[in-house]
């Protein structure tokens, strides 16, 4: 299911550097046709971005009371007022929910993503909000996303050791291995139930990557139709919750740095490869160097 936006993030950055070309091309067939697009492409491009990604959303009435940290030593920080996500830093991590489009059935070759929550045993959230036009159920991102690393986060997010649920399943004959493209009514008995939920684990994993690879070496035509969505603040707590896979972590750690660091206006520093502290000679300044 993955291997087309696998393939986009290779058509994006091969060998790690982004093609402008090309990454404005997937942006305008996928995401955003463009000002200059016409109503044709413009209704192409939201159709595809609605029934082929999968929509992640900051969950802010939701805090998980999991706090950033304390500061690094050094100089005081800035104002809270000038900070980026200023309310992490009062509130704490909040938890991510996610939605996409899906049919009541889902069969192969269908013209949207994926089975729904129902078909894959997750429980949606209450109150789900409109996505691009549709109503679309929203579910927890670490409900999905767990399978990736199953022994580590089983118990982080199900509470009970990834053998106890395999276990569970086994006994109770619900766990099975097998073809997992099948029709609503297997699907809906958790039969195979993990490896569909792999599936589309694997599939937003490689969506995150797109996104990152996207917005690389300062795209700023992707960067500005991108960075709504992709807030400062969901980045920021998709890579710092310890609950999710150490690979999706670091897909969001990669759209951090690529989509709110390395942008305009900020510059790289280079410091001089000799640096004093001015301080340790604050009270005999006779011992600084003379050129």
């Not at 949606?124 to 549709?134: H, Q, R, V």
């Not at 927890?140 to 690393?149: A, G, K, R």
Request: hydrophobic share 40%; charged share 20%; proline share 6%.
């Amino acid at each position: 299911l993955d291997t087309w936006v696998s393939f986009r993030t290779a058509v994006c950055a091969p060998a790690e550097t982004a093609v402008g070309a090309m990454q404005q091309m997937v942006l305008s067939s996928l995401i955003f046709a463009g000002n200059n697009g016409t109503p044709e492409e413009h209704e192409t491009t939201g159709k595809n971005r609605q029934e082929l990604l999968i929509t992640p959303k900051l969950l802010e009435n939701c805090p998980l009371n999991i706090p950033l940290g304390s500061p690094l030593a050094g100089s005081p920080p800035p104002p809270l007022e000038q900070c980026l996500g200023q309310s992490l830093l009062i509130d704490g991590l909040y938890d991510i929910a996610v939605s996409w489009t899906h049919p009541e059935q889902w069969v192969v070759g269908h013209g949207v993503l994926y089975h729904g929550p129902d078909a894959l045993g997750l429980q949606c959230i209450e109150g789900g909000t409109k996505a691009f036009g549709g109503k679309r159920a929203w579910v927890s991102m670490v409900q999905l996303v767990w399978v990736l690393q199953p022994e580590r986060c089983c118990p982080l997010v199900l509470g009970k050791t990834y053998e106890d649920l395999l276990q569970e399943r086994a006994e109770s004959g619900d766990y099975e291995s097998g073809d997992v493209f099948r029709t609503l009514e297997t699907a809906t008995s958790s039969s195979g139930q993990i490896e569909r939920l792999k599936i589309l684990a694997q599939y937003f994993l490689a969506q995150l990557q797109l996104i990152s690879d996207l917005v690389k070496e300062r795209q700023m035509n992707c960067i500005m139709a991108m960075q709504e969505e992709y807030s400062f603040d969901l980045c920021i707590c998709g890579m710092s919750d310890h609950r999710l896979p150490t690979s999706v972590r670091a897909a969001f750690c990669d759209i951090l740095t690529d989509l709110w660091l390395d942008r305009c206006p900020h510059v790289q520093v280079v410091v001089p490869a000799l640096m004093r502290n001015l301080e340790a000679y604050e009270n005999d300044l006779d011992q600084l160097p003379e050129f």
